[in-house]
């Protein structure tokens, strides 16, 4: 038998650790939010500022822009608050279960099943892309590809609008009673892979969460 290519072994256990946090999610759906769209006490830490991030970014976009929900979860709050605002909405994510409820949520917007990292999208379809906790689930590796890939979808000076790390940090955690894999950069490398991607920074901002934090990034495509 011939032994697997080392580039395959790496491929093999990123595709692990992705569908780790895909069964997680269909685990936890409902306990990460319930069918009134409520979020778990845990959770809902950063839900008061959804709006604020979202309503800055509609404020750069033409009425009925085309809005990519990147790690869309159940739709509630990013996809919905589009939806409200009279945007196009798309949204991606590969947990079963999330985008079954997301569909039955957010009756306003298209759900995709699908992961992130092999989905595709015809170039320049998009007007702006959002990502808000779930690309920080995606290691490492696979999220330079799919920062490219939100390149190429984005028509040229759409925003992305994402949440990434801002210390670097990989781990397997019990989250709500199931194993969950995260991987982060730190916020210095997220720049630099933006900019590298074509994607060029306009601001950063620290948001706290307990004792450490992520970073929120808007890029404007070039």
Known sequence: MTAPRS???GAQARAAQRDLV???YDAISHGYRDDEGRPHAGTAEHEDQYEVWIDELAEL???GSRVLDLGCGVGIPASRLFVDRGFQVVGVDFSTVQVERARRLVPGATFIQADMVSWNAEADSFDAVVSLYALIHV???DQRQVLLNVRRWLRSGG???AIVGHGRWTGTENYLGTPMFWDH???ATY????SSAGLAPLWQRFVPEGTAGHTLVLARAI
């Open 7 to 9: 580039g395959d072994r």
């Open 185 to 187: 950069a730190d916020a």
């Open 139 to 141: 290691p490492l590796e």
């Open 191 to 194: 720049l630099e892979w933006l």
């Open 159 to 161: 925003y992305f609008l």
């Open 61 to 63: 976009l033409e009425p």
């Open 22 to 24: 895909r069964w997680g």
